[in-house]
């Protein structure tokens, strides 16, 4: 299939619904993973977290590759999983400097937004 900007936003979006439903599951088995001590409930709290940022990643990469093969696109899943990590980093990095974790909405939807844009793109910059 030709590439063009309309099929790097369908890829885009794929990536970001593959995240969405991972970081679903990512909490749910985090919070019950790390649930396993009495703190008060900020284990599991902890864990749903830290699930969901990880299961974001990994979907991220998951819904390129389900699109990839879908409309046979050809390229780099390892950069996709490069894009999606520095993606994660930059923006939990930048969160202090930046003040995006003083709204919560905005770094949530950065996240989503960077992470999938950058997977995509990661996945783009080689033909194999």
């Known amino acids: 299939m030709k590439r063009t900007v309309k099929s790097f936003i369908g890829m885009a979006l794929a990536s970001a619904f593959g995240g969405y439903v991972f970081a679903i599951v990512g909490a ?5 993973l790390i649930d396993w001590n009495s ?19 990994l979907g991220v990469v998951f819904g ?4 990839s093969k879908a ?15 520095a993606g ?14 003083s709204n919560s909405d905005l770094m949530l ?11 995509t793109w990661g996945f783009h910059l080689k033909k194999v």
């Open 28 to 32: 749910l088995l985090g919070s019950k």
């Open 109 to 119: 939807w950065s996240v989503v937004i960077l992470t999938a844009l950058l997977a």
């Open 71 to 85: 409309f046979k696109y050809r390229g780099s899943i390892w950069l996709a999983a490069l894009g999606a990590l």
């Open 39 to 57: 703190y008060g409930g900020f284990g599991g709290l902890v864990g749903a977290i830290a699930g969901m940022i990880i299961g974001y990643a």
């Open 88 to 101: 994660m980093i930059i923006i939990l990095g930048l969160a202090e400097p930046l003040n995006l974790n």
């Open 64 to 67: 390129v590759l389900v699109f």
